[in-house]
């Protein structure tokens, strides 16, 4: 059998689709976990991901955030929280959920199972704090220029932002992946 | 015309996957984890609905206009 792009696919025995079915539950457990701590995590619980993502927004806009303790982190000069709400969690689950599924199908062993696991919750973390990161940036500039925005409402502009940042993010990682999965070796040739 | 409709089908082909993925954590699972279906629930859901789909749209017609 060969696909659309002229590679051999090996036949799917019913271990492999059972190890993938496997697979599916445990990411869906893994974002059904991130979610319920998401949920009841304080700001402070959340410092594996607020604090490299405001060092790096920080850092971007040349500004500096402090903890500050049941916020978030801080920047006095921009008077700007990054809180709870905005520690790209969601970003995170629907990135991994969403790499998990691009690479179901190079999953041929427990070995690859793992791996495309391991690599998909780690690259949806970098990449939550990149993309997020960005929206940071992004929204203390629009929070430094409302004259250029004044016919919406701040927290519209907030929004739109977040949403065309968020998607954005999703499709550029899902792009890289499918590159990276081009260049890689074929289907049929993975362990 | 075949070929703007083509290339918009593409797009949305392209970007199927992480409107999904979107989707499914702004919109299914706020609404399967028991989020109340507020006037300001629907109002951000229908934000949240329709940004993507445009902004899939806007890169087409910005392609379109860079690549005749």
Redesign the interface.
Known sequence: MRTAAGVAAPALGGGVVKLRFVVLAVAVLIAWGL?RHYADARAEDLAWILAPTSRLAGAMAGTTFMPEPGEGYLSREHLFVIAKPCAGV??M???F??LV??RLHRIGSLTSAARVLGASLVASYGAAVLVNAARIVGALWLAAHPIVWSAWGAAEIH??EG??V???G??V???MVQWLGRRAVPVGRTS | MSRPRSRIGRAFR??A??????Y???LA?PVA?GAPLSGAFLE?AL??LL??PL?VLGACAVRSAVTP
């Open positions: 979610k969601n970003f689950v629907a990135a959920g969403m599924l691009a929004r739109l949403i065309t968020y998607f954005g999703l499709v990682l899902c792009e | 392209r970007t996957l992480p409107l999904a993925s979107y499914a954590v702004t699972l984890g951000h934000v949240v940004v993507p902004l």
